[in-house]
């Protein structure tokens, strides 16, 4: 297994028992440090002539380095462990997220007009004037995360109760990041007819629908149906998000090493939702050579394997993804960890650009290539240039529900992408600086600027 750089999602708490004398937390910092450990924050729980008790915060990068690190700490002599905490189940307990009154009723005349009978009054006006649905519900600020957990993560598919931690960490980013009221629907069936059928009926609550986690090739053919069938804009961030935040690296990217996306050939490996999704926007933003590959290869023309969605990219050129990357500028990787070698970034062109995003492990760790590629990025918070999918579906969807959009267009994509990658000027702009942080306020305004004005020119809003 490679040998990560630790990180927070394996973020483990100490607490200690320290004799109180000195050079005792030393031995206990020497002892993670040795283990590979990188130490957090450090809290003073209490203290007498005797002891000290403390709180040690610990990253490690897999379950294996966690249990080798407290091995490493109970081997510290006169050190008693009191507790271990697996601090990000400790965040999961309860769930993430919860349905918070926006009132406050104090009296009876707060619950006659919130409630019955004064809400009769507004629910008539809804029965006679449809749209007025938006302004005087929630409709009009919710969206619906939707998921058969099918495909979680790069997991597999482990049902939608597994599924639901996901779906609330998604809630939590449309909140935090678009002020979005979303809410989980992990639904007990894996029918494109049953899930289709429950998305249409639950849609009368919902100003928008984002689908999570569902394998291809169903999720197209769910997508493009509920798309037809629904009047409020369903997103499908997996293909598309990830293609917008790919797009807008690329576009800042390209500009560091002086190509031109028309110009450049590119290998994309993984045919599934985000690849085929990436390619689909490449072709409408000028990339014209673009070579997609699956675990077996080259989507040729020869091979009689391919779905519909993989014949649209199949070529005539045949071979494995080693094959492929000969001369190509570029590389965007949603598949597997470790498909790349040393070897096949070499025969690239030169100054190529790498993107390895597969998670937790990319196709090729970054280390592997340093001095070899011109510009390198991951899907992980711990290398330099994170492809991270909340620069974008927050904005998208925030845009999208903001004009009553009845659809979302790939316009409305491709301006999304060129907001996002504007948000990072040419001063500010490296080989370890393409994309603005999750954290840049400004990303998820000027995702949903970019997406209102697309949807106004295509005739898809409404307002």
Known sequence: MAKLTPNSSYSLSLRLKIPNKAGMLAQ???????????????????????????????????????????????????????????????????????????????NQDDLAMAYTPGVGRVCMEIAEHPDRVFDLTIKGNTVAIVTDGSAVLGLGNLGPAAALPVMEGKALLFKKFAGLDAFPICLETQSTDEIVAAVKHLSPVFGGVNLEDISAPRCF???????????????????????????????????????????????????????????????KAGASAIVLCDSKGILSHSRDDLNSQKQTFAVAEAGTLADAMVGADVFLGVSAPGVVSVDMVESMAVEPIVF????????????????????????????????????????????????????????????????IAALVSLQELNREHIIPS???????????SAVKHAARVDGVARR
Do not use: W
């Not at 990253?59 to 249990?67: K, L, M, N």
């Not at 690190?69 to 697996?86: F, H, M, N, P, R």
């Open 28 to 106: 206990v910092t020497q002892a993670i440090a040795e283990a590979g450990g990188n130490l957090g924050d450090i809290f003073l729980v209490s203290r007498n002539r005797y002891n000290m008790v403390r709180v040690l915060h610990v990253d490690a990068f897999s379950e294996d380095h966690v249990e080798d690190i407290v091995s490493a700490v109970k081997g510290v002599t006169e050190i008693e462990i009191l507790e271990i905490c697996d601090r990000t189940f400790q965040i999961h307990e309860g769930g993430k997220i919860s349905v918070e009154s926006k009132l406050e009723l104090t």
């Open 221 to 283: 053919d769910i997508e493009a149906r509920l798309r037809q069938e629904l009047d409020i804009p369903v997103f499908h961030d997996d293909q598309h998000g990830t293609a917008i935040v790919t797009l807008a690296a690329l576009i800042n990217a390209l500009k560091l090493v002086n190509k031109s996306l028309t110009q450049v050939k590119v290998v994309i490996n993984g045919a599934g939702a985000a690849g085929v999704a990436i390619a689909k926007l490449l072709q």
């Open 356 to 419: 390895a995003m597969a998670n937790p492990i990319p196709e090729i760790q970054p280390e592997l290539v340093a001095g070899k590629v011109a510009v390198m990025a991951t899907g992980r918070s711990d290398y330099p240039n994170q492809i991270n999918n909340v620069l974008a579906f927050p904005g998208v969807l925030r845009g999208s529900i903001d004009c009553r959009a009845q659809e979302i267009t790939p316009s409305m994509y491709l301006e999304a992408a060129y907001a």
């Open 438 to 448: 999750v954290f840049d306020e400004r990303v998820a305004a000027a995702v949903a």
